[in-house]
């Protein structure tokens, strides 16, 4: 299977789940008919509407913080850090080692 096919499985099914609970929750103890845009100005979308685009956010949000944490566990989150290891790039590790 393919790698990037792997980590988007991994990535977007957890994050679907918790979106399903998190609209579960949230819409357990909010009204959708009584949500208001800015100014106190009635959204106008129909109930299925608001839970369609609430659901897609939590997604969003959610495979978000789930590929966040792919990324930081697979370590390429450390490359910058490599960059500097040279002292001929980094000029304060070269001040430091002689």
Same mark, same amino acid.
């Given at each position: 299977?393919? /790698?990037?096919?792997?980590?988007?499985? /991994? #990535? &977007?099914?957890?994050?679907? =789940?918790?979106?399903?609970? =998190?609209?579960?929750?949230?819409?357990? =103890? #909010?009204?959708?008919?009584? =949500?208001?845009?800015?100014?106190? /100005?009635? &959204?106008?979308? !129909?109930?299925?509407?608001?839970?369609?685009?609430?659901?897609?956010?939590?997604? @969003? #949000?959610?495979?978000?913080?789930?590929?966040?944490?792919?990324?930081? @566990?697979?370590?390429?989150?450390?490359?910058?850090?490599?960059?500097? !290891?040279?002292?001929?790039?980094?000029?304060?590790?070269?001040?430091?080692?002689?």
């Amino acid at each position: 299977m393919n /790698v990037w096919l792997r980590r988007a499985g /991994v #990535v &977007l099914w957890p994050a679907f =789940l918790a979106a399903g609970v =998190l609209t579960m929750l949230v819409f357990a =103890l #909010v009204d959708p008919e009584a =949500l208001h845009g800015p100014g106190g /100005v009635p &959204l106008g979308l !129909s109930r299925t509407a608001i839970y369609s685009l609430s659901f897609i956010a939590f997604w @969003a #949000v959610a495979a978000a913080a789930a590929a966040m944490s792919l990324w930081l @566990a697979s370590g390429e989150a450390e490359a910058p850090s490599r960059i500097y !290891s040279d002292p001929d790039l980094d000029p304060d590790l070269s001040r430091r080692s002689r």
